[in-house]
């Protein structure tokens, strides 16, 4: 074979084995991608955004509040997880006789932080109240409490009448419960109700409202 035929054929094979070109990825198809991952972005914060109102609305109206003590037994025990609303009475109307709410208190924890106190309402702004014979008078009439542990209230108290913008609370566990009756509590001011307890969560054996 001549020198001419041999470059011929290294010509050929050097033609044959050209790598292929790789195709440019197109501009658009490039774009497209940022706009879609940019897309993704905006729906993600937007969601989370959402997200963040949903939760401080629904902690506007919503406390959720866990029992500590003993004294709204056997209503209420340790550990029960509630709803509050804390919008009721701005809403919904005043205050009522038998309602369990959540409210400030000049008692502290062993921490030294605020305790929130849990009790019902027995008495209204301008009620009489006394306690006599084990029995609670509201206005003079004897009341009918269903929902007291031992069925009867072991405290003697000559009437009271109930200031204006406060009210007259209780737990439900009588022989162990610190509340209005105690002088260092006394009459609850209003201002100071945290909100009225609606809902038991937990245990979900008793999940429900409180009131029949």
């Known amino acids: 074979m001549n020198e001419t035929n041999i470059n011929e054929t290294v010509e050929t094979i050097e033609e044959k084995t050209e790598a292929p070109a790789i195709p440019e990825q197109p501009q658009e198809q490039g774009e497209e991608?940022?706009?879609g991952l940019s897309e993704n972005a905006k729906e993600w914060i937007k969601d989370i955004l959402i997200a963040i109102v949903v939760a401080f609305l629904v902690l506007q109206f919503i406390k959720p509040t866990i029992v500590q003590e003993h004294?709204?037994?056997?209503?209420?025990?340790?550990?029960d997880y509630l709803f509050i609303s804390k919008q009721s009475y701005r809403l919904f109307g005043d205050p009522q006789r038998g309602d369990i709410i959540v409210f400030h208190s000049v008692l502290t924890t062993a921490e030294g932080a605020e305790k929130l106190l849990v009790k019902r309402i027995i008495a209204l702004p301008g009620d009489t109240i006394c306690i006599t014979g084990g029995v609670v008078y509201v206005n003079g009439e004897?009341?009918?409490e269903p929902y007291t542990k031992d069925g009867y209230t072991g405290t003697e108290m000559e009437e009271v009448t109930v200031p204006e913008g406060q009210l007259f609370?209780?737990?439900?566990?009588?022989?162990?419960?610190?509340?209005?009756r105690d002088p260092l509590i006394g009459f609850v001011d209003e201002d100071d109700v945290l909100g009225k307890a609606v809902l038991r969560l937990f245990p979900f054996s008793k999940f429900g409202g409180l009131y029949d």
């Open 142 to 144: 004897p009341q009918d």
């Open 33 to 35: 991608i940022q706009k």
């Open 71 to 79: 004294s709204m037994e056997n209503t209420l025990k340790p550990n």
């Open 169 to 180: 609370c209780m737990g439900d566990n009588r022989q162990n419960s610190r509340d209005s």
